[in-house]
């Protein structure tokens, strides 16, 4: 039976997927992103506030890793990074850069892309740091963990605060998905041990 959870964002997934096929709405993803529209995405992150700034450099490296495009014919009007982080040797990916242009906001296309993002990185440790609301709510709906940092390595927490992230769990909260939270435990004793 399903729990109340998985048909909310079924039904939210669902209305998305809907709005995108009424609208002329496609979902790709991919590894490739011209410089001007790095550059457009790199200033909007700048300009946003509840954005992390990632510079032209910054997006092209994740680049690497993939990214989800909303496209509606050659614009850009969604996207998604995963960020790659490395921890003595290990790799954490965040969500980033999350965006979707105005016109199709309040229509669940930010929680689509993540839907796309986590199952995509389902096998692998993925981490959302966020201040937004929503975002905590599409991260249990995504069935994410909230994780207070006392349940991370140290080692895991000053990597994520020399990139940027603020040690704030007053204005951020952390999301880890099912993969991780079944190997932090095991994930924070390799560290340990090495540092």
């Known amino acids: 039976m399903e729990t109340t959870l998985e048909k909310s964002i079924n039904k939210a997934l669902l209305e ?8 002329g709405l496609v979902v790709v993803f991919t590894h490739d992103i ?19 700034h990632a510079s032209v450099g910054m997006l092209h490296d994740r680049l690497k890793n993939g990214c989800f495009l909303i496209m509606k ?6 996207h998604i990074f995963a960020h790659r982080h490395t ?8 969500r980033s850069s999350l965006w979707i242009h105005k016109t199709y906001r309040n229509h669940n296309l930010g929680l689509l892309l993540m839907d796309a993002l986590t199952k995509k990185f389902s096998k692998a440790f993925l981490i959302s740091i966020a201040q ?15 994780i207070t940092l006392k349940d991370l390595s140290p080692v895991l927490i000053e990597t994520l605060e020399k990139l940027g992230k603020l040690r704030d769990e007053f204005k951020y909260k952390y999301y880890v998905n099912p993969y991780f939270e079944s190997k932090i435990n095991q994930f924070n004793k390799i ?3 090495i540092s």
Do not use: W
């Open 16 to 23: 998305a997927t809907t709005f995108c096929k009424e609208k």
């Open 73 to 78: 014919d050659a614009e850009i009007v969604g």
């Open 132 to 146: 937004d609301k929503t975002v905590h709510l599409n991260n249990e709906l995504l069935g994410m963990k909230f």
């Open 34 to 52: 011209s410089r001007t529209q790095l550059q457009v995405i790199s200033e909007r992150t700048k300009n946003l506030p509840a954005m992390y």
């Open 191 to 193: 560290l340990k041990n």
């Open 87 to 94: 921890i003595e040797k290990h790799s954490v990916y965040e």
